[in-house]
């Protein structure tokens, strides 16, 4: 079983959607949990973290985490083409300080 | 704050040669990480330095790979020997704090390494 899963996509949406990207995860001990957007041949850029069950709201994002279900997930409001990127997942578990990412969903936001 | 920056951007190298890479953090981290992403996959962790202490390298690195930083500011990673396998892009990361205490990654442009 993989640390982090997440679906490759892509999730298509039409602009104005909420897009809705979705990560599990398998470590219990994971502390904090990331969202790095990531443009075709570009790096990674952090969108938002959180650490504590239940919302976190920043802009148009929304992140949510389930520790019960080992669940992260993360919503984009009105949806741009420019939101159009790869969303990694990533998680940090008790006993280290590494981001251990998932592979990554393709987010296509067409106009 | 002028971002991390990573040199060179682009390396070709031939099988077997040795390749050098290099990473300036932001100035202010004391936490400097290095990945590796092939295309379809996520960053792949290979290791992390608090200031100059080397603390965690992956299982997954072979003895190919050294990495340093060796005045807890620049650092360098070393592949000796390439392989066409490890064409891929290397990223380094910096952040101020613990990943568990919320600090995030700001990571540079990264090199891309093609073995050929």
Known sequence: QKEVEQNSGPLSVPEGAI???NCTYSDRG???FFWYRQYSGKSPELIMFIYSNGD???GRFTAQL???SQY???LIRDSQPSDSATYLC???SYNTDKLIFGTGTRLQVFP | DTGVSQNPRHKITKRGQNVT???DPISEHNRLYWYRQTLGQGPEFLTYFQNEAQLEKSRLLSDRFSAERPKGSFS???IQRTEQGDSAMYLCASSAGPGGAGYGYTFGSGTRLTVV
Do not use: G, H, Y
């Open chain 2, 21 to 23: 890479f290099r990473c």
């Open chain 1, 19 to 21: 897009a809705s990207l």
């Open chain 1, 72 to 74: 992260v997930s993360l």
């Open chain 2, 76 to 78: 360098t990673l070393e």
């Open chain 1, 30 to 32: 994971s502390q904090s």
């Open chain 1, 66 to 68: 389930n520790k019960a």
């Open chain 1, 90 to 92: 990533a998680f940090v």
């Open chain 1, 56 to 58: 976190k709201e920043d």
